[in-house]
C-alpha cells in the first residue's frame, strides 16, 4: 500500500500551498504522521510530524510558517504552507507509521519561483 499524495505545485515567493496525503487501506492504529522533504542534492529531511495524540513537531527552518494537521476518521494528513521561499523548493513525501509497518508516499513537487 503506498500513500496517495497531491496538492504541489509552482508557486510564487511568499505564496501559499496545501498538501494533502492518504492512506488509501483501512488501518486504525496509524500512530505517527509525518512530511518529509528532499531538495536536489540534498539528504531528505523532516518537515513536520503529528502523533496519534496531537503533539506536534516542525523543522526550524519552516516553524512559524507551515502547519501539520491530521484527520484520524479519514487517514489524511495536511501540510498548510504559508509564506513559502525558494529554499522550501523540493519533493515532499508523506509518512505513515503504525505499530508495526510504514508508509511512504510517493512525492509531490512544490517549487517556490517567480
Known amino acids: 500500500v503506498q500513500l496517495q499524495a497531491s496538492g504541489g505545485g509552482l508557486v510564487q515567493p511568499g505564496g501559499s500551498l496545501r498538501l494533502s496525503c492518504v492512506l488509501p487501506?483501512?488501518?486504525?492504529?496509524?500512530?505517527?504522521m509525518a512530511w518529509y522533504r528532499q531538495a536536489p542534492g540534498k539528504q531528505r529531511e523532516l518537515v513536520a510530524d503529528?502523533?496519534?495524540?496531537?503533539?506536534?513537531r516542525y523543522a526550524d527552518s519552516v516553524e512559524g510558517r507551515f502547519t501539520i494537521s491530521r484527520d484520524k476518521a479519514k487517514s489524511t494528513v495536511y501540510l498548510q504552507m504559508s509564506s513559502l521561499k525558494a529554499e522550501d523548493t523540493a519533493a515532499y513525501y508523506c509518512?505513515?507509521?503504525?505499530?508495526?509497518?510504514?508508509?511512504w508516499g510517493q512525492g509531490t513537487q512544490v517549487t517556490v519561483s517567480s
Open positions: 487501506a483501512r488501518i486504525y492504529d496509524i500512530d505517527t
Open positions: 509518512y505513515f507509521r503504525t505499530g508495526i509497518a510504514e508508509y
Open positions: 503529528i502523533s496519534s495524540d496531537y503533539s506536534i
